[in-house]
T-cell receptor, first 112, second 112 residues
Framework: QKEVEQDPGPLSVPEGAIVSLNCTYS??????FMWYRQYSRKGPELLMYTYSSGNKEDGRFTAQVDKSSKYISLFIRDSQPSDSATYLC????????????FGRGTQLTVWP | ETGVTQTPRHLVMGMTNKKSLKCEQHLGHNAMYWYKQSAKKPLELMFV???????ENNSVPSRFSPECPNSSHLFLHLHTLQPEDSALYLC???????????FGQGTRLTVV
């Protein structure tokens, strides 16, 4: 079983839609949960991170972590064509030197 | 710009060539990483350097040889690669105990 599972999509939605992206994981030692956005021909950029369970909101983006279910989500409200990218979930244990475990990424297209 | 610069952006090399990838970070971080991103696979951690010492080698073949001369620079020396080594190679940096990991734009490597 892979440590982090993420449906690669592709996911295609109209502008203004609410987008839900999800990952599941198997290692209960993970404590930090991140979402990265990667545009074509670019490196990943950190969107948000969350520590342990709970919600975190930043503008149109909301990250949720449910450690009891080993399930994390990223919601994008009022999606825009500029949100079209690949979204990568990543996670790490608390004490490990920066080692991130990534999902495969979900390719999202928001069409006008 | 993320503060992590990689050169070259694109590289085509034959299986008998020797080449090097370069990474420089301007963020004052003390940990640097090499990741490999292949199509339809999660990012794979290759090497971790903390305070210029290699602290992790993730079962990477010896045809990949990292070098970290100081906390701002990281190299990946390549020799006798295989076509399956074609991928996007990403450099990243962070503070040793930091949450945020910043990625460069990557080097798109093609082995012919």
């Amino acid at each position: 079983q892979k440590e982090v599972e993420q449906d690669p999509g592709p996911l295609s939605v109209p502008e203004g839609a609410i987008v839900s992206l999800n990952c599941t994981y198997s290692n209960s030692a993970f404590q930090y949960f991140m979402w990265y956005r990667q545009y074509s021909r670019k490196g990943p950029e950190l969107l948000m991170y969350t520590y342990s369970s709970g919600n975190k909101e930043d503008g149109r983006f909301t990250a949720q972590v449910d450690k009891s279910s080993k399930y994390i989500s990223l919601f994008i409200r009022d999606s825009q064509p500029s949100d079209s990218a690949t979204y990568l979930c990543a996670m790490r244990r608390g004490s490990t030197l920066g080692r991130l475990y990534f999902g495969r990424g979900t390719q999202l297209t928001v069409w006008p | 710009e993320t503060g992590v610069t990689q050169t070259p952006r694109h590289l085509v090399m034959g299986m008998t060539n020797k080449k090097s990838l370069k990474c420089e970070q301007h963020l004052g971080h003390n940990a640097m990483y090499w990741y490999k991103q292949s199509a339809k696979k999660p990012l794979e951690l290759m090497f971790v350097y903390s305070l210029e010492e290699r602290v992790e080698n993730n079962s990477v073949p010896s045809r990949f040889s990292p070098e970290c001369p100081n906390s701002s620079h990281l190299f990946l020396h390549l020799h006798t690669l295989q076509p399956e080594d074609s991928a996007l190679y990403l450099c990243a940096s962070s503070q040793e105990e930091g949450i945020r990991t910043f990625f460069g734009q990557g080097t798109r490597l093609t082995v012919v």
